[in-house]
């Protein structure tokens, strides 16, 4: 050995490629505009911590839906695999919660009225990850303000198949039924399955990397709602809700209620 490190050298191939250039920084960092004039200390917090959001959303999407179609490929290895990616990702989305408790209410009104109607209730991708894990409701096509292209993103994802549909066809495959006409067969199945976890290990372990998704995301929202009570009190949203006392009623919502109500019946 002459010292010398072997194979290409990494970072010299002709120069042209660089840290900023790979991933677009210039262009990321243009991204923060403020509205508030003159600025308000806080605005820049509250943008960057959405953007980030929609970054995360951007690859949970991404996850998901290959962790459905690994489900339908029956590899059960991988779909595992990546869900514990998306709930790696989803425990930092609740943290990153707080990062904007850190802002007081008083810094927030300094900005908020330039907001409306602009609110997180229209982030398409948050509706879109709602769709793939098996929560579809098509009344958010006509509730949201969307233009052609979004349109189109959330009508794709209430066609298309979502991660129940997916894990439902990889236990059907394996002689595990789970009809779509025959609750009463689902539930025996599912209960078959968390009963036997040493006969049915890898279906097992799906059903609860699916049931942590779903719970992350419960908290995620139970997380948010805090903190919008904490920033804004009973104020009304500024997408037009009721604000805290509307979000408490999404609290309830589940991607997969069966999962759930299997406990119940062990
Ligand atoms: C100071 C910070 C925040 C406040 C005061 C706030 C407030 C609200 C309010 C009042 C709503 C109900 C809709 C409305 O009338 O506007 C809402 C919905 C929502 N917000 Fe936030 N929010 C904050 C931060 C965030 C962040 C960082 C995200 C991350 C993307 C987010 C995502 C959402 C989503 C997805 C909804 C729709 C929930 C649903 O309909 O199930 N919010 N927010």
Redesign the pocket.
Known sequence: MDGQPRGPHFGEQDRRLSYGSYLAVDELLSLQRLLSDPPAHDELL?IV??QA??LW?KLVLFELGSARDAMFADDTTLAHHLLRRVHTVEEV?IE??GV?ET?APVD?LEF?QNLAPA?????VQ??EI?FLSGLKDERYLSRLVLDDAQLERLRARLAEPDLWDAFCALLTERGLPMPDDDPRQRAATLHEVLRKMHEHPEEFALAEALLTHDELFARW?YH?VL??ER??GS??????????S??RT?LG?RFYPELWAARSDL
Do not use: C, P
């Open positions: 509250f911590v959405h959001y929609e959303f989305l990153q919660i904007l802002m927030f908020r609110s997180g209730f229209q982030s948050f509706r709602e929202r948010h903190m919008v920033q804004i104020k009304t949203g500024t997408g037009g809700s009721t604000g805290a509307y979000l999404t919502k």
